[in-house]
């Protein structure tokens, strides 16, 4: 019985190192593209500075990173189907750190939205591709982890920003996104070997019960009669759940700081903090979703999730004062911390690379509608008003999750 049980604990151990390494390669595509992202953004009024573009000229040029994305999502996860998540993982990530050396070398609004076309089809593969691995991942290790992949964007986003911020006035723009690009490379060459050598197998355990609802581990359920169909369905309501979070990071990144000063008279030290204290709360929510989702499950954790940001974000959008509505943002942060993840993860476990893609997607949206409606409304009812469809939006991604939460076992 000792032999058996010495036998079973070195094949596990066996076994779980390769998982823990492609964990970590995982882990740091997800911190690399957050850190390029975080990166280019900071260096935006530089390069309109360059491009002599004005307001809305620049903004037409910036919807060039979104419709480059949303084109390729869906490009991606029939990429991943054909290859294989881990290999377009790292070509996407390849892809991402050169095309972030293009938007110094546009001299003009048009060229620049041409470049970011580029950049933003590397971008939105590479969030396709790390998603559907992160899945692939989940299913072999049987753990709800997707919550930290996240975590680990938002960690890398918040060194991006950081160090842009302290290198902006010293290093031109081509100077530091070079560098940056030198240090997506180097990650991209260093986890990108874990993950060529370590291919998901086929034929591994099935994915966590409480992530899929399976009722027996490691046996895949037969498809019943309509069962394509039904996963399309699937799929596009844990769409329709990121959507709603993804649009209030959309607005929170683009409207919060100026609703502290413009509407709450806050100093501009104060309306910085309130979209940094977001991010700060959000990235603890990650790190700590792993352990919640196995405690209370994904649709409990969802329909938590939402109530928590709703109430987070209607505080934030209707306190009299500044530093109430910074600790609504807060609140926020850990409401709408797990539910994009979690969203991306059960689309996956539904339908594969495929379900990533189209989830991915509709969510992206979110993040898309978010900052225009948000000003469309404002014109009319006020900004205080028109963060509230926030909390709306927040309230009626918990409310989807709750009315849909016996689907995924049916």
Not at 187 to 214: H, K, M, S, Y
């Amino acid at each position: 019985m000792g032999a058996h049980s010495g036998t079973t604990d070195a094949a596990s151990a066996t076994t779980g190192r390769p998982l823990t390494r492609r964990r970590t390669a995982i882990t740091a595509f997800f911190a690399m593209d957050g850190f390029l992202f975080a990166g280019w953004v900071v260096r935006i009024p530089a390069i309109k500075a360059q491009t002599g573009a004005g307001a809305g000229t620049l903004g037409l040029a910036l919807l060039g990173v979104s419709v480059g994305a949303v084109a390729f999502m869906m490009l991606t996860g029939r990429l991943c189907r054909r290859f294989g998540s881990h290999a377009v993982t790292v070509a996407s990530g390849v892809a991402l750190a050169l095309s972030i050396l293009l938007p110094p070398m546009a001299r003009s609004a048009t060229a620049l939205g041409l470049v970011l076309l580029v950049f933003g089809a590397a971008y939105g593969s590479l969030n396709v591709a790390m998603n559907s691995a992160a899945v692939e991942l989940i299913t072999a290790l049987r753990r709800p982890v997707m919550s930290s992949f996240h975590a680990a964007f938002s960690l890398g986003g918040m060194i991006g920003a950081g160090l842009g911020g302290l290198v902006a006035g010293h290093l031109s723009p081509a100077v530091h996104l070079l560098g940056l690009a030198v240090c997506g490379l180097l990650v991209a060459a260093g986890a990108g070997t874990v993950l060529l050598r370590e291919r998901p197998r086929e034929g591994t355990a099935g994915p966590p019960p409480e992530e899929t609802g399976a009722a027996e581990p490691g046996r895949r359920r037969p498809e019943r009669p309509g069962g394509a169909g039904r996963t399309r369905r699937l799929v596009l309501v844990f769409g329709v759940i990121a959507l709603c979070t993804a649009y209030g990071e959309g607005a929170l990144a683009d409207w919060g700081a100026l609703h502290l000063s413009q509407d709450l008279a806050a100093s501009p030290g104060l309306a910085a903090a309130g979209y940094a204290v977001f991010a700060l709360t959000m990235t603890v929510g990650r790190l700590s979703g792993t352990a919640l989702i196995e405690r209370f499950g994904p649709v409990r954790a969802l329909v938590a999730g939402g109530g928590t940001a709703a109430a987070g974000l209607l505080l934030g959008a209707l306190a009299p004062t500044a530093w109430g509505a910074c600790a609504g943002f807060a609140v926020a942060g850990l409401g709408l911390a797990n539910i994009f993840p979690i969203a991306i993860a059960r689309a996956g476990s539904a339908g594969g690379p495929d379900g990533v893609a189209v989830a991915s997607t509709v969510g992206y949206g979110g993040m898309l509608l978010g900052p225009p409606a948000i000003g469309l409304l404002a014109e009319s009812w006020g900004l205080p008003v028109a963060l509230t469809t926030v909390a709306l939006l927040a309230a009626v991604a918990a409310l989807i999750a709750y009315l849909t939460r016996g689907a995924h076992r049916s």
